[in-house]
Protein backbone atom coordinates (compact mmCIF):
# COMPACT_ATOMS: atom_id res chain seq x y z
CA UNK A 1 0.00 0.00 0.00
CA UNK A 2 1.50 3.29 -1.09
CA UNK A 3 1.07 6.10 1.45
CA UNK A 4 0.71 10.14 1.45
CA UNK A 5 2.63 12.27 4.01
CA UNK A 6 0.56 13.77 6.82
CA UNK A 7 1.20 17.24 5.65
CA UNK A 8 2.30 18.79 2.49
CA UNK A 9 2.83 22.85 2.24
CA UNK A 10 0.64 24.42 0.01
CA UNK A 11 2.20 26.14 -3.06
CA UNK A 12 1.24 28.10 -5.77
CA UNK A 13 0.32 25.04 -8.59
CA UNK A 14 0.03 25.78 -11.96
CA UNK A 15 -1.34 23.17 -14.04
CA UNK A 16 -0.46 22.95 -17.79
CA UNK A 17 -2.76 21.04 -20.14
CA UNK A 18 -4.22 20.05 -23.38
CA UNK A 19 -7.84 20.38 -24.25
CA UNK A 20 -8.98 17.89 -26.87
CA UNK A 21 -11.34 19.39 -29.51
CA UNK A 22 -13.65 16.51 -29.17
CA UNK A 23 -14.34 14.45 -26.09
CA UNK A 24 -15.06 11.42 -28.56
CA UNK A 25 -14.61 9.99 -31.62
CA UNK A 26 -17.26 11.49 -34.22
CA UNK A 27 -15.45 10.33 -37.81
CA UNK A 28 -14.07 7.09 -39.20
CA UNK A 29 -11.75 7.82 -41.88
CA UNK A 30 -11.72 5.14 -44.81
CA UNK A 31 -8.34 3.46 -45.88
CA UNK A 32 -9.69 3.52 -50.06
CA UNK A 33 -11.24 6.98 -49.75
CA UNK A 34 -11.58 10.11 -47.48
CA UNK A 35 -14.68 9.67 -47.00
CA UNK A 36 -16.64 9.50 -43.63
CA UNK A 37 -18.64 6.95 -41.98
CA UNK A 38 -20.33 6.24 -38.75
CA UNK A 39 -18.74 5.34 -35.59
CA UNK A 40 -19.70 2.11 -34.20
CA UNK A 41 -21.96 2.26 -30.91
CA UNK A 42 -22.03 -1.69 -30.59
CA UNK A 43 -19.35 -4.23 -30.51
CA UNK A 44 -20.10 -5.16 -33.67
CA UNK A 45 -17.57 -7.36 -35.37
CA UNK A 46 -18.73 -7.07 -39.03
CA UNK A 47 -17.27 -3.54 -38.62
CA UNK A 48 -13.60 -5.01 -38.27
CA UNK A 49 -11.42 -4.39 -38.79
CA UNK A 50 -12.56 -0.62 -38.54
CA UNK A 51 -11.13 2.15 -41.06
CA UNK A 52 -9.49 4.61 -39.24
CA UNK A 53 -10.89 7.48 -37.11
CA UNK A 54 -9.77 10.93 -37.02
CA UNK A 55 -7.14 10.82 -34.08
CA UNK A 56 -5.60 13.77 -34.62
CA UNK A 57 -6.35 14.70 -30.67
CA UNK A 58 -6.17 11.05 -29.07
CA UNK A 59 -3.15 12.23 -26.86
CA UNK A 60 -5.21 15.50 -25.48
CA UNK A 61 -7.12 15.20 -22.05
CA UNK A 62 -10.52 15.77 -21.96
CA UNK A 63 -12.27 18.57 -19.75
CA UNK A 64 -12.87 15.94 -17.48
CA UNK A 65 -9.76 14.88 -17.06
CA UNK A 66 -8.36 18.52 -16.84
CA UNK A 67 -11.18 19.22 -14.04
CA UNK A 68 -10.52 16.17 -11.50
CA UNK A 69 -6.82 16.64 -11.84
CA UNK A 70 -7.50 20.12 -10.32
CA UNK A 71 -9.48 19.18 -8.51
CA UNK A 72 -7.10 16.57 -6.60
CA UNK A 73 -4.15 19.68 -6.47
CA UNK A 74 -6.57 22.01 -4.75
CA UNK A 75 -7.46 19.67 -2.36
CA UNK A 76 -3.60 20.72 -0.72
CA UNK A 77 -2.67 24.04 -3.22
CA UNK A 78 -3.67 27.24 -5.12
CA UNK A 79 -4.46 26.27 -8.18
CA UNK A 80 -4.37 28.23 -11.95
CA UNK A 81 -5.64 26.67 -15.10
CA UNK A 82 -2.97 26.97 -18.15
CA UNK A 83 -4.20 26.01 -21.98
CA UNK A 84 -0.94 24.96 -23.18
CA UNK A 85 -1.78 27.44 -26.56
CA UNK A 86 0.30 30.05 -28.01
CA UNK A 87 0.04 32.43 -25.30
CA UNK A 88 1.32 29.91 -22.90
CA UNK A 89 4.67 31.48 -22.20
CA UNK A 90 3.17 34.71 -21.19
CA UNK A 91 0.81 33.21 -18.86
CA UNK A 92 3.10 31.58 -17.27
CA UNK A 93 5.31 35.07 -16.53
CA UNK A 94 2.00 36.30 -15.38
CA UNK A 95 0.92 33.97 -12.64
CA UNK A 96 4.57 32.80 -11.97
CA UNK A 97 4.03 29.51 -10.18
CA UNK A 98 5.83 28.03 -7.89
CA UNK A 99 5.66 24.28 -9.26
CA UNK A 100 3.67 23.41 -12.47
CA UNK A 101 1.57 19.94 -12.89
CA UNK A 102 2.52 18.76 -16.14
CA UNK A 103 0.47 17.13 -18.22
CA UNK A 104 0.91 18.68 -21.75
CA UNK A 105 1.25 16.78 -24.94
CA UNK A 106 1.81 19.29 -26.98
CA UNK A 107 0.95 20.81 -30.39
CA UNK A 108 3.47 20.07 -33.33
CA UNK A 109 6.52 18.40 -34.02
CA UNK A 110 8.43 15.02 -33.16
CA UNK A 111 9.69 16.42 -30.18
CA UNK A 112 5.97 17.95 -29.16
CA UNK A 113 6.12 16.55 -25.25
CA UNK A 114 8.54 18.54 -24.04
CA UNK A 115 7.92 21.74 -25.67
CA UNK A 116 6.39 23.07 -22.21
CA UNK A 117 9.18 21.25 -19.82
CA UNK A 118 11.51 23.52 -22.03
CA UNK A 119 9.85 26.48 -21.56
CA UNK A 120 9.77 25.53 -17.80
CA UNK A 121 13.27 25.18 -17.48
CA UNK A 122 14.01 28.05 -19.40
CA UNK A 123 11.70 30.42 -17.02
CA UNK A 124 13.39 28.14 -13.90
CA UNK A 125 10.19 26.74 -13.18
CA UNK A 126 10.33 23.81 -11.65
CA UNK A 127 7.46 20.61 -12.78
CA UNK A 128 6.49 17.50 -12.54
CA UNK A 129 7.60 14.52 -14.78
CA UNK A 130 9.97 13.55 -16.72
CA UNK A 131 12.53 16.32 -18.42
CA UNK A 132 12.27 17.49 -22.29
CA UNK A 133 15.46 14.62 -23.13
CA UNK A 134 13.25 11.75 -21.84
CA UNK A 135 9.99 13.06 -23.00
CA UNK A 136 11.43 13.45 -26.67
CA UNK A 137 13.11 10.25 -26.76
CA UNK A 138 10.23 7.72 -25.16
CA UNK A 139 8.11 9.28 -28.56
CA UNK A 140 10.61 8.58 -31.03
CA UNK A 141 10.09 4.75 -30.22
CA UNK A 142 13.29 4.06 -32.17
CA UNK A 143 15.30 5.99 -29.97
CA UNK A 144 13.61 4.18 -26.82
CA UNK A 145 14.42 0.90 -28.25
CA UNK A 146 18.18 1.73 -29.52
CA UNK A 147 18.92 2.31 -25.67
CA UNK A 148 17.18 -0.31 -24.33
CA UNK A 149 19.03 -2.30 -27.17
CA UNK A 150 22.22 -1.05 -25.90
CA UNK A 151 21.49 -1.77 -22.00
CA UNK A 152 20.50 -5.25 -22.81
CA UNK A 153 16.81 -4.67 -22.01
CA UNK A 154 14.76 -6.62 -23.76
CA UNK A 155 12.54 -4.96 -26.44
CA UNK A 156 11.22 -6.44 -29.96
CA UNK A 157 13.25 -6.26 -33.02
CA UNK A 158 12.54 -3.39 -34.99
CA UNK A 159 13.15 -0.87 -37.70
CA UNK A 160 12.44 2.36 -39.55
CA UNK A 161 11.58 2.99 -42.86
CA UNK A 162 10.57 6.54 -44.53
CA UNK A 163 8.77 4.64 -47.51
CA UNK A 164 7.10 1.65 -48.86
CA UNK A 165 10.35 1.60 -50.97
CA UNK A 166 12.76 0.72 -48.73
CA UNK A 167 11.06 -2.20 -48.00
CA UNK A 168 12.28 -3.95 -51.39
CA UNK A 169 15.48 -4.94 -50.36
CA UNK A 170 14.17 -5.71 -46.51
CA UNK A 171 13.75 -9.15 -45.15
CA UNK A 172 11.03 -8.81 -42.72
CA UNK A 173 9.28 -11.74 -40.85
CA UNK A 174 5.78 -11.81 -40.53
CA UNK A 175 3.98 -11.35 -38.51
CA UNK A 176 5.01 -7.46 -37.69
CA UNK A 177 3.47 -4.61 -36.11
CA UNK A 178 3.61 -0.97 -38.43
CA UNK A 179 2.79 2.06 -36.00
CA UNK A 180 3.57 5.67 -36.49
CA UNK A 181 6.91 6.72 -34.93
CA UNK A 182 6.29 9.40 -32.77
CA UNK A 183 3.09 9.05 -31.46
CA UNK A 184 1.13 7.52 -28.43
CA UNK A 185 -2.32 6.54 -26.99
CA UNK A 186 -2.78 3.49 -29.49
CA UNK A 187 -2.97 6.62 -32.03
CA UNK A 188 -2.11 5.27 -35.45
CA UNK A 189 -2.28 1.93 -34.30
CA UNK A 190 -5.39 -0.20 -35.38
CA UNK A 191 -6.46 -3.79 -35.56
CA UNK A 192 -4.87 -3.61 -39.50
CA UNK A 193 -1.23 -2.46 -37.90
CA UNK A 194 -0.39 -6.23 -37.12
CA UNK A 195 0.81 -7.28 -40.61
CA UNK A 196 0.59 -10.94 -41.35
CA UNK A 197 1.56 -10.86 -45.39
CA UNK A 198 3.96 -9.17 -47.44
CA UNK A 199 1.20 -6.97 -49.07
CA UNK A 200 -0.58 -6.15 -45.78
CA UNK A 201 2.65 -4.55 -44.68
CA UNK A 202 3.57 -2.63 -47.41
CA UNK A 203 -0.30 -1.00 -47.20
CA UNK A 204 -0.14 -0.41 -43.95
CA UNK A 205 3.39 1.26 -44.16
CA UNK A 206 1.69 3.45 -47.11
CA UNK A 207 -0.84 4.59 -44.43
CA UNK A 208 1.46 5.27 -41.88
CA UNK A 209 4.26 7.56 -43.75
CA UNK A 210 1.25 9.25 -45.67
CA UNK A 211 -1.78 9.83 -43.01
CA UNK A 212 0.68 10.57 -40.27
CA UNK A 213 3.49 12.17 -42.42
CA UNK A 214 5.86 10.33 -40.42
CA UNK A 215 8.08 6.91 -40.79
CA UNK A 216 6.75 3.88 -39.67
CA UNK A 217 8.32 1.53 -36.97
CA UNK A 218 7.85 -2.07 -38.04
CA UNK A 219 8.55 -4.26 -35.38
CA UNK A 220 8.18 -7.77 -34.36
CA UNK A 221 4.83 -9.43 -33.27
CA UNK A 222 5.90 -11.06 -30.28
CA UNK A 223 2.48 -14.03 -29.86
CA UNK A 224 2.50 -13.95 -25.52
CA UNK A 225 0.71 -12.20 -22.64
CA UNK A 226 0.47 -8.20 -22.50
CA UNK A 227 0.86 -6.06 -19.82
CA UNK A 228 1.14 -2.22 -18.61
CA UNK A 229 2.91 -1.15 -15.51
CA UNK A 230 2.38 1.85 -13.90
CA UNK A 231 5.57 3.12 -11.86
CA UNK A 232 5.88 6.21 -9.39
CA UNK A 233 8.93 7.56 -7.55
CA UNK A 234 12.55 8.93 -8.47
CA UNK A 235 16.14 6.72 -8.08
CA UNK A 236 16.43 4.11 -5.73
CA UNK A 237 12.61 4.99 -4.51
CA UNK A 238 10.79 4.57 -7.64
CA UNK A 239 8.13 1.64 -7.40
CA UNK A 240 5.93 -0.55 -9.98
CA UNK A 241 2.50 -0.56 -9.04
CA UNK A 242 0.17 -3.59 -9.18
CA UNK A 243 0.57 -4.99 -12.72
CA UNK A 244 -1.99 -4.58 -14.96
CA UNK A 245 -2.52 -7.50 -17.50
CA UNK A 246 -4.33 -6.79 -21.10
CA UNK A 247 -7.18 -10.30 -21.47
CA UNK A 248 -7.49 -9.66 -25.39
CA UNK A 249 -10.00 -13.08 -25.00
CA UNK A 250 -12.69 -10.02 -23.95
CA UNK A 251 -12.42 -8.83 -27.49
CA UNK A 252 -14.74 -9.39 -30.33
CA UNK A 253 -13.93 -12.89 -32.23
CA UNK A 254 -11.55 -12.05 -34.96
CA UNK A 255 -10.09 -9.00 -33.74
CA UNK A 256 -6.10 -9.25 -33.31
CA UNK A 257 -4.69 -9.40 -30.42
CA UNK A 258 -3.71 -5.60 -29.68
CA UNK A 259 -3.98 -3.42 -27.89
CA UNK A 260 -5.54 -0.95 -30.75
CA UNK A 261 -7.39 2.23 -31.20
CA UNK A 262 -10.35 0.18 -32.00
CA UNK A 263 -9.98 -2.08 -28.50
CA UNK A 264 -9.05 1.46 -26.55
CA UNK A 265 -11.18 3.94 -27.71
CA UNK A 266 -14.04 2.28 -29.51
CA UNK A 267 -14.55 -1.13 -28.45
CA UNK A 268 -13.81 -0.25 -24.71
CA UNK A 269 -17.01 2.67 -24.36
CA UNK A 270 -17.46 3.45 -20.95
CA UNK A 271 -21.80 3.27 -21.82
CA UNK A 272 -20.44 -0.22 -23.47
CA UNK A 273 -17.23 -1.20 -21.23
CA UNK A 274 -15.14 -4.46 -22.36
CA UNK A 275 -13.77 -6.81 -18.83
CA UNK A 276 -10.32 -6.12 -20.85
CA UNK A 277 -8.08 -5.72 -17.75
CA UNK A 278 -7.21 -7.38 -14.64
CA UNK A 279 -5.10 -5.54 -11.89
CA UNK A 280 -3.58 -7.21 -10.17
CA UNK A 281 -2.47 -9.65 -13.10
CA UNK A 282 -2.47 -13.10 -12.25
CA UNK A 283 1.08 -14.21 -12.95
CA UNK A 284 3.54 -16.25 -10.92
CA UNK A 285 5.69 -14.28 -8.24
CA UNK A 286 8.80 -15.16 -10.50
CA UNK A 287 6.87 -13.77 -13.88
CA UNK A 288 5.62 -10.42 -11.49
CA UNK A 289 9.38 -9.75 -10.53
CA UNK A 290 11.29 -10.34 -13.88
CA UNK A 291 8.65 -7.80 -15.31
CA UNK A 292 8.75 -5.57 -12.40
CA UNK A 293 12.65 -5.75 -12.86
CA UNK A 294 12.71 -5.14 -16.20
CA UNK A 295 10.48 -1.92 -15.84
CA UNK A 296 12.50 -0.75 -13.21
CA UNK A 297 15.83 -1.16 -15.27
CA UNK A 298 14.06 0.40 -18.56
CA UNK A 299 12.86 3.86 -16.10
CA UNK A 300 15.96 3.88 -14.96
CA UNK A 301 18.38 3.54 -18.07
CA UNK A 302 15.74 6.58 -20.03
CA UNK A 303 16.09 8.76 -16.72
CA UNK A 304 11.73 8.96 -15.99
CA UNK A 305 10.85 11.13 -13.67
CA UNK A 306 8.19 11.16 -10.89
CA UNK A 307 5.66 8.57 -12.99
CA UNK A 308 5.39 6.45 -16.19
CA UNK A 309 3.13 3.42 -17.49
CA UNK A 310 5.62 1.09 -19.14
CA UNK A 311 3.77 -1.73 -21.67
CA UNK A 312 4.87 -5.13 -22.05
CA UNK A 313 4.70 -8.02 -24.07
CA UNK A 314 5.97 -11.33 -23.39
CA UNK A 315 7.68 -13.63 -26.33
CA UNK A 316 6.59 -17.50 -27.41
CA UNK A 317 8.63 -18.54 -24.81
CA UNK A 318 7.31 -16.45 -22.29
CA UNK A 319 10.02 -14.18 -21.58
CA UNK A 320 9.20 -9.98 -21.47
CA UNK A 321 9.86 -7.07 -23.62
CA UNK A 322 9.46 -3.79 -23.35
CA UNK A 323 7.06 -2.27 -26.21
CA UNK A 324 7.37 1.29 -25.19
CA UNK A 325 7.55 3.83 -22.02
CA UNK A 326 5.04 6.67 -21.66
CA UNK A 327 6.10 9.42 -19.35
CA UNK A 328 2.85 11.06 -19.74
CA UNK A 329 0.77 8.09 -19.11
CA UNK A 330 -2.98 8.55 -19.64
CA UNK A 331 -5.02 9.34 -16.35
CA UNK A 332 -9.03 9.04 -17.27
CA UNK A 333 -10.89 9.53 -13.70
CA UNK A 334 -13.69 7.61 -14.12
CA UNK A 335 -13.08 4.14 -13.25
CA UNK A 336 -15.31 2.92 -16.80
CA UNK A 337 -13.13 4.57 -18.66
CA UNK A 338 -10.36 1.75 -17.97
CA UNK A 339 -7.25 3.90 -17.57
CA UNK A 340 -5.14 2.06 -16.33
CA UNK A 341 -2.51 4.15 -14.23
CA UNK A 342 -5.23 5.10 -12.04
CA UNK A 343 -6.30 1.31 -12.31
CA UNK A 344 -3.08 0.48 -10.76
CA UNK A 345 -3.54 2.87 -8.14
CA UNK A 346 -6.59 1.94 -7.09
CA UNK A 347 -5.29 -1.49 -6.29
CA UNK A 348 -2.20 -0.20 -4.49
CA UNK A 349 -3.75 1.58 -2.08
CA UNK A 350 -4.57 5.12 -3.75
CA UNK A 351 -7.55 6.91 -5.21
CA UNK A 352 -7.50 9.07 -7.95
CA UNK A 353 -7.28 12.38 -5.79
CA UNK A 354 -4.27 10.48 -3.60
CA UNK A 355 -2.47 9.41 -6.90
CA UNK A 356 -2.36 13.08 -8.37
CA UNK A 357 -1.08 14.09 -4.84
CA UNK A 358 1.17 11.56 -4.55
CA UNK A 359 2.90 13.07 -8.36
CA UNK A 360 2.96 16.35 -7.30
CA UNK A 361 4.53 15.60 -3.86
CA UNK A 362 7.69 13.24 -5.33
CA UNK A 363 8.37 16.58 -7.85
CA UNK A 364 8.32 18.69 -4.61
CA UNK A 365 10.33 16.37 -3.10
CA UNK A 366 13.01 16.27 -6.02
CA UNK A 367 12.66 20.08 -6.25
CA UNK A 368 12.93 20.44 -2.44
CA UNK A 369 9.78 22.20 -2.28
CA UNK A 370 8.65 19.92 0.44
Not at 42 to 55: A, F, K
Not at 320 to 327: G, R
Not at 354 to 360: F, G
Request: aromatic share 8%; proline share 8%; net charge negative.
Amino acid sequence: MLTLPSHVKPRRVALVYNQKKEDTPSEVVSHESSGLNPLPTQHQTEVLPLTRVNDHYAEWDTWETIHAVELALAAQHEVTLIEANTDVYPKLLQVQPEIVFNITEGMNGVSREAQIPAMLEYLNIPYSGSDPLTLAICLDKSRAKEILSYYNIDTPAFMVVHSVQELVSSSISMPCMVKPLHEGSSKGIYNSSLAKTRSELEKEVETVTSSYGQPALIEEFLPGREFTVAMMGNGQEAVCLPIVEIKFDALPEGVNHIYSYEAKWILDRPESPLDIFECPAKISPSLNEEIEQLCLNAYSVLRCRDWCRIDVRLDAKGKPHIIELNPLPGILPNPEDNSCFPKAARAAGLNYNQLIQRVMWLAMKRYGLN
